[in-house]
């Protein structure tokens, strides 16, 4: 079975510009979550989705930043305007049902921001 | 709030040795799970353990175990016979369930070298 998959990879960006980071989940999973990795910070949840509807979107550094599920199998994070401090890597992860199940990782998403 | 705690940021080990990564949590749900996950040096982050909280049982799996102790909000996690390809960031999460939907958070991770 595929397992998370993200997209692009890799990018390089200027300040400025947009960004959008894609993420296909775990078939049947009803849990889509995106996490950023920093260095400083470690590993931060930005939001979680459940069956498609934002639960928690706490975690989303301002409002440069925005999260959309238009489906159960595809959503998206977008940065507009992009800055250099947004440069990490971004993880997509998903999961099924009840609290507390394994979640499964795609293998992220390395952005710079020149 | 819930918070995961790994103390140590990073380890160096001989090959061979064996070598234990701690991890304390606080939260105040009676029902929560612990996970632990390896990110090597290739980046992904891969899974290796769930426990939830009424499962207090030790788990070995090959060189892996791990010790969970309520009274000491503690999920360790032990490798036996360290080997140069353990060399990784792992990484302790606690889940637990917040208004019937749950949330995930992760501690700032350890990183183990194991030298040749």
């Known amino acids: 079975d595929a397992g998370v998959i993200q997209s692009p990879r890799h990018e390089v960006t200027e300040m400025g510009q947009e960004v959008t980071l894609r993420c296909k989940p775990i078939s049947g999973h009803d849990y889509l979550f995106w996490y950023r990795q920093t260095m400083m910070r470690g590993l931060e949840l930005l939001i979680y989705f459940n069956n498609n509807v934002p639960i928690d979107d706490s975690g989303m550094p301002e409002d440069r930043f925005s999260a959309k599920m238009p489906n159960a199998s595809f959503s998206t994070l977008k940065i507009q305007p992009s800055e250099p401090r947004d440069s990490a890597v971004y993880f997509c992860a998903s999961n099924w049902g009840i609290s507390g199940n394994t979640i499964y990782f795609g293998e992220g998403s390395w952005l710079t921001v020149v | 709030a819930q918070k995961v705690t790994q103390a140590q940021t990073e380890i160096s080990v001989v090959e061979k040795e064996d070598v234990t990564l701690d991890c304390v949590y606080e939260t105040r749900d009676t029902t929560y799970y612990l996970f632990w996950y390896k990110q090597p040096p290739s980046g992904e982050l891969v899974f290796l353990i769930r426990?939830?909280?009424?499962?207090?049982q030790n788990e070995i799996s090959g060189r892996y175990s791990w010790n969970f102790q309520k009274s000491t909000s503690s999920f360790n996690f032990t490798i036996t016979a360290s080997q140069v390809v353990d060399s990784a960031v792992y990484f302790c999460?606690?889940?637990?369930?917040?208004?019937?939907?749950?949330?995930?958070?992760f501690g700032t991770g350890t990183k183990l070298q194991v030298i040749p």
């Open positions: 999460a606690l889940c637990e369930s917040t208004g019937g939907y749950q949330k995930v958070t």
């Open positions: 426990r939830n909280s009424f499962d207090e």
